[in-house]
């Protein structure tokens, strides 16, 4: 099912995210988290818009996505819904905002949805969240599950490394998954998992799968739009395909600008008042 907003857009709804299951159709997702990038990821096509707080380490520079608060992830969001008229737009849960309280969690995600505009949220866990996101998924808020290397408990795991290699660790992945879809998410991320795994998932559970790092069997797939522009020259992980080489095109057009700002080449006559 589509919403018809405008005579020209229709937005993606969750529902149109399952049809798209449904139907065989892949689904493609990307991050954002500003108004300028987000219009550009809109108008080219993508299903799903995820606010990652992932933000916490390709715009804040942190190591990790803990330090991101609930506040400066509302702020993304904000900028992004400015910016898209067709995407569905997701936004993460940050650290610390969802996982001991339940009533929290519900507080976390009215205030993203009331303050952004948003359409749903993403949460990183299985059972340990189960409350948290039954709760969200009862006052009508859309929740999108997250498993497999789920970064906010990288000092648990102490390694970015694939998870579920090991069967108990398969099993429990698993077993979450068919929670989450039992429960009533809308679709599950799935990162750095055996693609083996994925399509054992992906057969198992009736919602939509969309993998990072989690090989082809995945009902779309996900990723970071700041490492598949190539504007991180050092991220190399090994599922991550480059479609541009930012770093380059951006370095070379300001050193430009910074050579004819110095040879007073930079305003010219056409370019002056
Ligand atoms: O924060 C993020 O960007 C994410 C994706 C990697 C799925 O959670």
Redesign the pocket.
Known sequence: MSTQLSSEVKRVTTHTIQELKNRGEKISAL?AYDYSMARIVDAAGIDLI?V???ASNVIAGHET?LPITLDQMIYHAQAVVRGVKRALVVV?LPFGTYQGNSEEALRSAIRIMKESGAHAV?MEGGLEIKESITRILSAGVPVMG?LGLTPQSIYKFGTYTVRAKEETEAQKLMEDAKMLDEVGCFAM?L?KIPAALTQQVSKNVGIPTVG?GAGPHADGQ?L?LHDMLGINKEFKPRFLRRYADLHTAMTDAISNYVKDVKANDFPNEKESY
């Open positions: 991050t995820l990652g707080d992932s996505t993460d993403k997250h991320v990162e990072i996900i970071v």
